[in-house]
């Protein structure tokens, strides 16, 4: 298990998780809801940290509840949680790190280590955090609209997931720690989430 900004990178059972280098730059924005444009002339292929969110189109609770500040995950909730989990399977320069399913939002840390080799499937041997976010789009769409017809999971209008998705560059283990908390408080805050539709 490598070690990011000094500490022990949580994999949580999944795939081994790649040694690598991130800059320590500028200190972590706390609005992490605030919602971003990729940064001009960024390289999104740089190794390094990232922190993302995707949200369900319309904030539509797809994936499950909220009982007691734990997430109940339904199949479809299942389903994501598990292609989440199998990324770096498709993509050898991946790892992963703290992660959380909510009702209708996803919060993760992707890093990008560098590596490079064979790809699973279509997947490029080269990959940028766009390829990523791509791939887990696409595949959980097609696996959602797959359980729509065979078991009757809950229908979704247009598109599964916003178009856009809220990516941060994590520079600091401070900003690491602090992202690593508000993702596993998330069940907790619920009820005020911005994303609860019951939230106005």
Request: charged content about 20%.
């Amino acid at each position: 298990m490598p070690a990011l900004f000094g500490i022990r990178i949580n994999c949580r059972g999944r795939p081994p998780c790649l040694p690598f280098l991130i800059p320590m730059n500028k200190p972590l924005e706390e609005n992490y809801h605030r919602r971003t444009i990729r940064l001009q002339d960024y390289d999104y292929s740089l190794e390094g940290a990232y922190y993302i969110t995707i949200c369900v189109q319309n904030r539509s609770c797809l994936f499950g509840d909220i009982a007691n500040e734990i997430v109940i995950p339904n199949d479809a909730g299942n389903m994501v949680q598990k292609m989440w989990d199998e990324l770096p399977l498709y993509y050898p320069g991946i790892a992963l790190d703290a992660f959380i399913l909510m009702p209708n939002h996803v919060h993760g840390i992707i890093v990008l280590t560098g590596e490079t080799g064979q790809a699973r499937g279509p997947a490029p041997t080269f990959i940028s955090l766009p390829d990523v976010m791509q791939r887990f789009k696409s595949i959980t769409t097609a696996k959602y609209r797959k359980g729509v017809t065979e078991n009757g999971w809950a229908p979704f209008e247009g598109k599964l997931w916003q178009r856009n998705y809220y990516e941060h560059i994590i520079r600091s283990e401070k900003a690491l720690n602090s992202i690593r908390e508000y993702i596993f408080a998330n069940p907790a805050k619920w009820a005020y989430d911005k994303e609860n539709p019951a939230h106005n």
